[in-house]
């Protein structure tokens, strides 16, 4: 049976890759690197294997389970790639309904027996890709200069003890308006080191507003009402710190997702 190992292997061997230029791509100590790959290390640190899997051009997911990216070789004109972004924006509602209009037009077309359209000339399309929302700032990134303002919720969102989101006070603060920091709709500082060592307590993180995110991303999420900065692992979250343990989502009643992670601000 294929283990994650034999993945990272195959993995690696496609990309023709040494173990030296593996470590140096993904910033792992050789010899740390050369333990995962002896398998002589049972458990690797969970930061290790998303900046392993980063460095191997495949997602988490892939290494863990096995799954197969998503390869399709689809090519869109840009009023498709649009379409698809303004969906991936949508709200659970807004899904359905679009789902519904879709389905409806699908069998008045079939029941009419009208034809397709011809697909357009793709002489200059791109391949699909998971695409993330699209920030309103985007328009605005060649004319970005100075400060723009945001919300920044002093409650802060745990990265360890869960903490309680809704009413939280927000005040208005000042970040700069550059590309990194385009997709922020708001800000939160966290408490705790189970984040650690990419994030610290009193951390000011910066959070795109987001109903779901991909698995290895990392985000904010609402348990039973207590807030929580993790990383996604599909049926749990997770801590880059290994003194943390899974936290299973299957024993939470109510599981919302409040935002994707984008970065987080220098200190001072």
Not at 46 to 65: K, W
Not at 112 to 131: K, M, N, T
Not at 153 to 166: H, I, K, N, R
Request: proline share 5%; net charge neutral.
């Amino acid at each position: 049976m294929e283990t994650y190992l034999d993945r990272i292997k195959a993995q690696k061997n496609a990309l023709k890759l040494t173990n030296e230029q593996l470590a140096e791509r993904s910033g792992i100590p050789l010899g740390t690197l050369s333990k995962i790959l002896a398998g002589m290390s049972d458990s690797p640190k969970l930061s290790t294997m998303i900046a392993l899997c980063g460095a191997l051009d495949c997602s988490v997911e892939y290494i863990v389970s096995g799954t197969p990216e998503n390869t399709n070789n689809y090519t869109l004109s840009a009023e498709e790639i649009g379409m698809i972004e303004d969906y991936r924006r949508l709200d659970s509602w807004g899904v359905a309904l679009v789902n519904t209009i879709i389905e409806k037009e699908r069998e008045r077309i079939e029941s009419a027996d009208v034809a397709h359209p011809s697909a357009p000339a793709v002489s200059a399309g791109r391949v699909l890709r998971p695409i993330r929302p699209v920030s309103r700032y985007a328009g605005e990134r060649k004319a970005r200069t100075g400060k723009r303002p945001i919300k920044l919720f002093e409650l802060p969102v745990s990265a360890g003890v869960g903490v309680y989101l809704d009413d939280a006070q927000a005040d208005t603060i000042n970040i700069p308006n550059t590309d990194k920091t385009a997709d922020a709709d708001y800000a939160l500082r966290i408490s705790g080191n189970s984040m650690e060592p990419k994030y610290h307590s009193g951390d000011v993180l910066l959070v795109q507003s987001a109903d779901a995110v991909e698995q290895g991303e990392m985000g904010i999420f609402l348990l039973d009402g207590s807030g929580y900065f993790k990383v996604y692992g599909g049926d749990r979250l997770l801590s880059l710190n290994p003194e943390y343990g899974p936290i299973m989502l299957k024993d939470f009643s109510d599981v919302h997702c409040k935002g994707r992670v984008v970065g987080k601000l220098k200190r001072k």
